[in-house]
């Protein structure tokens, strides 16, 4: 069981790892897009502003993986001992 439960976490931290980047490689990519085609430049550093912390709220899934994880591996801790 305990087995049958770790690839099934596996498989649940790959697709939405999968999921989270491509979405993200979407959304800044659509900010820098924004930033080259605007004409003025106040209007380009706020969409490179913006594009920063999407890019950064991307890589902070593989910061919060280990949490998670953690997390888990907990409630299966707690549900062995009942």
């Known amino acids: ?46 969409a490179y502003l913006f594009a920063f912390p999407n890019a950064v709220g991307g890589a902070s899934w593989l910061l919060a993986f280990p949490l998670y994880y953690r997390h888990l591996s907990e409630v299966l801790r707690e549900s062995e001992s009942e």
């Open 1 to 46: 069981m305990i087995i049958g439960l770790w690839i099934a976490n596996v498989f649940l931290i790959v697709v939405l790892d999968r999921w989270c980047s491509e979405i993200t490689d979407t959304i800044v990519s659509g900010w820098i897009m924004l930033g080259r085609s605007a004409a003025y430049e106040e209007a380009r550093w706020v």
